[in-house]
């Protein structure tokens, strides 16, 4: 509600002007909504790589490069075809957000707010991108970052800064601003404004009769709107194929899985493992105690009980000989697996005492035959000598295309099968050819094949997954350029049809909209027109509905609450379907003291509101205490620059 309310309002407190805030890295580093309120200042004095200086400190051009290249990398996650001509509104945005950077961190400087290294060293920490697998800081993670968004540490300390100082210096200016009834209550009022008029529809299909176009006409109009008809650049592509098929008839040898079989049977064969307790005590005195006390038949705990405390008795199950012997010493495992079921070993003398273990039980894992792993182990075999297949094809591919080969004779030499599309866009579709679909397959190798020069040498991309690789050539470049007239006269003829009945139907409302406004009713300025028009409507509302509106608000209802009462205004009706021409007949004012509550609403409402102004003025005030300078020259020439690819 209070977005269309501040939109008609003109009152200062009604006019939002955001404040400039810095670049919300915490949050992935996206460009917040900031405009730049620089002084405008021509920049005497500064070099050709310094668009702008803040209390004697520079703003260059390299440090707005790397924030707009990073602007471009957010812009391509969302649209892969984004250059910097399509981000280019965002420059003064950008730029305003370093210099107001400056600015404050100047000021915070000048008036004593400093900020310790640990507080911006939490700042960092915060950045999701910085933490490493356990959840905590890792400054491998946070150089990775660094390389990822081409920015230095001090360039990130800086932001850092600049957002706390934001938040703590700014955030207290604008902080419960306090907004009287006084204030609140003309806005409610407004709100309760009630207006009548009426609109009539002038509908362009019904200006179409009679207009049929001659041929010098859809020539002429051709010709000026030839960007409409632009058909994007096509290309015939050559996608020779590397993949399963041409190794399907590679397997592995009854030789091969046996030789395999063979060289891993500790992978293969069973495994041996057993279940022991141990005692460990500090003097072998103890142990011989122990020991003999097992070895009568005694459980190892029982023997160790005497002991008491010095004994540390413990029982590990299911433990291999490496297992075990990492823990307890390979001495100590050589001998408890040396051991049968039942058998008491020790005392031995280990890193950590005296050692006396006993083998609870002894069991065997796992473990396949040849005939039982022979089907795994041929799959296994098969799968790598079909890879190594591939991979020595596509490496006799690439040394012939390194020795200067074609695509054609690259491919022949290793007999690759050769799939060529039709004419086809970016896409895939092809304009002659509707239902042509390239295999899916396939499809990875078609972006490439857009990319290269028509002269470029073959290249070859992955398919992906286990599909292969591809060799791509495009074999045929047709520009992108306006499709022939013959091609797409229908087309033409109907845009003709529909601009000329569209510049009818305008004529017709522009003269209704006069008349009405020199006094005549709508409705009769509407029988003048000589056209069989639909009838007058009357139309009636007041302004909350239309600000607590959800949907888009139709042309002639914003329309009737911008005309002041006895004025008519003709208004597209969008997607060139015609016109409205809206005349307002009455305005009553709203009167907020019979809803007290409607004015408390306003007050609560309008506290951002005050609160974004006084945080902008504060800031405006800090830029002119700064001696915020604009380097014009600097910054329109890397505009230039930018936005010509360089």
């Not at 004015?599 to 001696?627: C, G, H, W």
Request: proline share 5%.
């Amino acid at each position: 509600m209070l977005t269309f309310f501040r939109r008609v309002s003109k009152s200062k407190v009604g006019t939002v002007i955001m404040a400039a805030v810095l670049i919300a890295i915490l949050a992935g580093f996206a460009i917040a909504d900031i405009s730049n309120f620089g002084s405008g200042k021509l920049g005497f004095g500064m070099g050709s790589s310094t668009l702008a200086k803040v209390g004697g400190q520079p703003v260059g051009d390299r440090e707005m490069s790397d924030a707009m290249q990073r602007r471009l990398q957010q812009a391509r996650e969302q649209n892969p075809q984004a250059d910097y001509r399509s981000i280019m509104g965002d420059f003064e945005k950008i730029l305003g957000a370093l210099t107001d950077s400056r600015a404050l961190i100047a000021f915070a400087d000048k008036t004593g707010f400093h900020l310790s290294k640990r507080l911006v060293d939490a700042g960092i920490a915060e950045i999701p991108q910085t933490r490493g697998l356990n959840g905590q800081f890792s400054e491998q993670a946070y150089q990775g970052f660094l390389q990822q968004q081409r920015m230095s540490d001090a360039q990130v300390r800086q932001i850092i800064t600049s957002g706390l100082l934001e938040r703590m210096i700014t955030g207290p200016v604008g902080a419960n601003p306090r907004v009287s009834v006084g204030q609140a209550s003309p806005y409610a009022s407004m709100l309760l404004e009630a207006r009548e008029g009426e609109a009539a529809t002038i509908p362009v299909e019904l200006f179409k009769a009679g207009l049929k176009p001659t041929d010098a006409d859809l020539q002429r109009y051709y010709s000026a709107n030839r960007p409409r008809y632009m058909v994007p650049e096509q290309r015939v592509i050559r996608i020779a194929s590397v993949g399963p098929d041409q190794v399907a008839g590679i397997a592995a040898s009854d030789q091969d899985v046996v030789a395999y079989y063979n060289a891993n049977k500790a992978t293969y064969g069973a495994k041996e493992v057993r279940t022991l307790s141990q005692a460990v005590v500090p003097d072998q005195a103890t142990a011989n105690a122990i020991a003999a006390r097992a070895k009568s038949g005694a459980t190892l705990a029982a023997a160790a009980a005497p002991a008491g405390a010095n004994a540390a008795v413990t029982t590990v199950a299911n433990q291999n000989r490496a297992a075990y012997g990492s823990a307890a010493g390979d001495r100590v495992a050589a001998a408890a697996f040396a051991a049968p079921a039942g058998g008491v070993v020790g005392p031995l003398q280990s890193d950590f005492g005296w050692v006396v273990v006993k083998v609870d039980s002894v069991k065997t894992e796992g473990g396949k035959t040849l005939d039982q792993a022979r089907s795994e182990i041929a799959a296994k075999l098969t799968a790598d000598k079909r890879k190594a297949a591939i991979e020595d094809i596509v490496d006799k591919v690439q040394t012939a295309i390194d020795d200067g080969a074609n695509f054609a004779e690259a491919v022949g030499q290793s007999k690759l099968p050769v799939t060529t599309t039709p004419l086809v866009q970016a896409n895939g579709t092809s304009r002659s050819d509707a239902g042509y679909k390239l295999r899916e397959e396939l499809k990875p190798a078609l972006a490439p094949g857009f990319e290269m020069a028509a002269n470029d040498p073959p290249e070859i991309v992955s398919l992906g997954a286990d599909k292969g690789y591809a060799v791509v050539s495009p074999a045929e470049v047709v520009a992108a350029a306006p499709a022939p007239l013959a091609s797409i006269r229908d087309r033409v003829a109907a845009d003709w049809i529909n601009g000329q009945a569209l510049q009818r139907a305008q004529a017709a409302a522009d003269a209704i909209g006069k008349k009405a406004a020199g006094g005549m009713s709508l409705a009769e300025a509407v029988k003048s027109s000589g056209t069989a028009l639909p009838p007058v409507r009357p139309i009636a509302a007041r302004r909350i509905q239309i600000a607590m509106s959800q949907g888009e608000v139709p042309p002639p209802m914003k329309l009737l609450f911008s005309l002041a009462q006895g004025k008519s205004r003709m208004v597209p009706a969008g997607q060139g379907r015609g016109f409205f021409v809206v005349k307002v007949n009455k305005v009553v004012p709203g009167n907020a003291l019979l809803q007290p509550s409607l004015i408390a609403r306003m007050q609560n409402e309008l506290q951002p509101a005050i609160s974004q102004d006084y945080t902008t003025e504060f800031m405006a005030a800090v830029r002119a205490e700064m001696k915020v300078e604009r380097n014009e020259g600097a910054i329109q020439a890397m505009k230039q620059r930018l936005a010509s690819g360089g």
